[in-house]
């Protein structure tokens, strides 16, 4: 069943129950208010009646008194203790004589429903003792026909029935657009996710009208979702466009060099060597290229990291010891306190650290100082060379995937222009920063922003 049918179908059925609810309360209200009030006043007939009568009086007199008492269909009747009339007047002999007379020394009053002329009809009586000498010498009978209630309760339950039914109906019509007008936007975002299933293209929802209401909001996520979704897809396709770009160059040196070991190599040793000696350089770089692809793909899934406190004076000093020993360079490491510690994954921290001195080597040829920093929240590593620079307008480009400032010079150092794209990934995962300052000709200065101790468990929230 369809949510709008469903909404729609539990509100007029709630409807319902609440005006028949209200029915009730108005219709057996109206009913006590209505009876007590005809009582009241049949007493208060009795009671001017009993003042008037004399003891003295013969019959015909007292008749004539009780007469101009008498209402449409009624009777007044004086019964005697034995239970018999001593004296009735009426204008309907029928129920007269369907209503025995009863002696009482107690006012009371009664309900009776009998049957006249094929009817059932509602009877109020109401009996007062009439006393003398202070005996109870007979009692009072007034008995009416409740002819005004009758219509009243058969009026007022037509009216309720009718309310009853236009408030179903309206609640019905009413229900139908309120949860149309609610399930528009759904509708639209089902039918642009159904749209998103079969084309397999990403697609945002049209918001027609602003009514910041949590429908609204859940559009907007949705477009939001589906903007990153688009984004993400967008970086995937040029990734895959830009790895296969510059796989292409060494794979067809590569297949350049086979070609020639197959045509030729074999006769003359020294080509031979030249060919096995550049195939050897090309899957070497290959080889990095991959890890490289991998580390970003591992840098940019999002993955938690391990964080944990890390001294890194002595992180700094075991990875130069590994660099040294590779690279003979002399890299110096300045710092004001021996122990700086921070929280964070210790092997990507040292990957991207790794990465940073890894450009300073390939860009200078001079020496590579390391400073260790603590600022306000953050702990800063910065990695500072006295080599070629980057040109001022290149700065912002350095973090781009694949991007060299100097194409032909990467080659020859073994570049992939991915370096520096996941030592920001790396920051970014540790909700860090990674600034390069550097003046084309004098030098590069590449700063790691770690936020101090935000953890919690033993991972980087
Ligand atoms: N210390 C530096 N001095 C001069 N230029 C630099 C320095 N660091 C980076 N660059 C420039 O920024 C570019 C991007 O650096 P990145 O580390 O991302 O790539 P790469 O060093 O070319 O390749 P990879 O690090 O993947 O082997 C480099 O090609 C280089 O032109
Ligand atoms: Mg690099």
Same mark, same amino acid.
């Given at each position: 069943?369809?949510?709008?049918?469903?909404?729609?179908?539990i509100?007029?059925?709630?409807?319902?129950?609440?005006?028949? *609810?209200?029915? *009730?309360?108005?219709f057996?209200?109206?009913?006590?208010?209505t009876? @007590?009030?005809?009582?009241s006043?049949?007493?208060? $007939? #009795?009671?001017?009646? =009993?003042?008037?009568?004399?003891?003295?009086?013969?019959?015909?007199? =007292?008749?004539?008194?009780?007469?101009?008492?008498?209402?449409?269909?009624?009777?007044?009747?004086?019964?005697?203790?034995?239970a018999?009339?001593?004296?009735?007047?009426?204008?309907?002999?029928?129920?007269?004589s369907?209503?025995?007379?009863?002696?009482t020394?107690?006012? &009371?009053?009664?309900?009776?429903?009998?049957?006249?002329?094929?009817?059932?009809?509602q =009877?109020?009586?109401?009996?007062?003792?009439?006393?003398?000498?202070? !005996?109870?010498?007979g009692?009072?009978?007034?008995?009416?026909?409740?002819?005004?209630l009758?219509? &009243?309760?058969?009026?007022?339950?037509?009216?309720?029935?009718?309310?009853?039914?236009?408030?179903?109906?309206?609640?019905?019509?009413? &229900?139908?657009?309120?949860?149309?007008?609610?399930?528009?936007p759904?509708?639209n975002?089902?039918?642009?996710?159904?749209?998103?299933?079969?084309?397999?293209?990403?697609?945002?929802?049209?918001? !027609?009208?602003?009514?910041?209401?949590?429908l609204?909001?859940? #559009?907007?996520?949705?477009?939001?979702?589906?903007?990153?979704?688009?984004?993400?897809?967008?970086?995937?396709?040029?990734? =895959?466009?830009?790895?296969?770009?510059?796989?292409?160059?060494?794979?067809?040196?590569?297949?350049?060099?086979? %070609?020639?070991?197959?045509?030729? &190599?074999?006769? @003359?040793?020294?080509?031979a060597?030249?060919?096995?000696?550049?195939?050897?350089?090309?899957?070497?770089?290959?080889?990095?290229?991959?890890?490289?692809? /991998?580390?970003?793909?591992d840098?940019?899934?999002?993955n938690? /990291?391990?964080?944990?406190?890390?001294n890194?004076?002595? /992180?700094?000093?075991?990875?130069?010891?590994?660099?040294?020993?590779?690279? $003979?360079?002399?890299?110096?490491l300045?710092? !004001? +306190?021996?122990?700086?510690?921070?929280?964070? %994954? +210790?092997?990507?921290?040292?990957?991207?650290?790794?990465?940073?001195?890894d @450009?300073?080597?390939?860009?200078?040829?001079?020496?590579?100082?390391?400073?260790l920093?603590?600022?306000?929240?953050?702990?800063?590593?910065?990695?500072?060379?006295?080599?070629?620079?980057?040109?001022?307008? +290149?700065i912002e @480009?350095?973090?781009?995937?694949?991007?060299r400032?100097?194409?032909?010079?990467?080659?020859?150092?073994?570049?992939?222009? /991915?370096?520096?794209?996941?030592?920001k990934?790396?920051?970014?995962?540790?909700?860090? +920063?990674?600034?390069v300052?550097?003046?084309?000709?004098?030098?590069?200065?590449?700063?790691?922003?770690?936020?101090?101790?935000?953890? $919690?468990g033993?991972?980087?929230?």
């Open positions: 069943m369809k949510i709008t049918t469903k909404i729609n179908l509100t007029t059925a709630w409807i319902i129950c609440v005006l028949l *609810a209200v029915n *009730a309360v108005v057996f209200s109206f009913m006590k208010i009876v @007590n009030m005809e009582d006043e049949l007493f208060q $007939k #009795a009671d001017y009646l =009993i003042n008037e009568i004399n003891k003295e009086d013969s019959q015909s007199v =007292i008749k004539e008194k009780l007469t101009p008492y008498l209402t449409n269909q009624s009777f007044i009747r004086i019964v005697q203790p034995d018999k009339i001593i004296n009735q007047v009426t204008n309907d002999q029928q129920l007269a369907k209503i025995k007379p009863k002696f020394s107690e006012k &009371g009053t009664e309900r009776r429903t009998i049957r006249l002329n094929h009817q059932e009809e =009877i109020a009586i109401v009996r007062v003792p009439i006393q003398a000498h202070g !005996q109870v010498v009692t009072l009978e007034f008995g009416e026909k409740l002819v005004g009758e219509t &009243g309760k058969d009026l007022l339950l037509s009216i309720l029935t009718f309310c009853t039914i236009l408030g179903a109906v309206l609640s019905l019509l009413g &229900g139908r657009w309120l949860s149309n007008l609610i399930m528009r759904i509708s975002m089902i039918n642009t996710m159904e749209d998103i299933e079969k084309s397999g293209i990403p697609k945002k929802i049209v918001i !027609q009208h602003e009514t910041k209401d949590e609204q909001k859940l #559009a907007v996520t949705f477009n939001r979702m589906i903007g990153r979704l688009e984004e993400n897809l967008e970086k995937q396709r040029q990734f =895959i466009s830009d790895a296969s770009h510059e796989l292409k160059t060494p794979l067809t040196v590569i297949k350049s060099y086979a %070609d020639l070991l197959l045509r030729r &190599g074999l006769q @003359n040793e020294e080509v060597h030249d060919a096995i000696e550049s195939i050897h350089l090309e899957a070497t770089r290959i080889q990095k290229m991959t890890e490289r692809f /991998l580390d970003l793909a840098t940019e899934s999002g938690r /990291l391990e964080a944990k406190s890390i890194v004076v002595a /992180l700094c000093e075991l990875i130069f010891k590994q660099l040294k020993s590779a690279y $003979k360079r002399e890299i110096s300045h710092y !004001q +306190e021996p122990d700086i510690s921070v929280v964070a %994954d +210790e092997v990507k921290l040292k990957q991207a650290i790794i990465i940073l001195i @450009n300073a080597i390939k860009y200078s040829k001079d020496k590579i100082d390391v400073y920093k603590e600022k306000e929240q953050w702990t800063i590593i910065s990695v500072k060379d006295y080599g070629i620079g980057i040109p001022e307008c +290149e @480009n350095v973090f781009e995937r694949f991007y400032v100097d194409k032909a010079r990467s080659r020859e150092t073994g570049g992939t222009g /991915l370096g520096l794209s996941i030592a990934n790396i920051m970014k995962q540790h909700q860090g +920063e990674i600034i300052r550097s003046t084309e000709g004098v030098g590069t200065e590449v700063e790691l922003f770690l936020p101090k101790g935000r953890w $919690k033993n991972v980087f929230e």
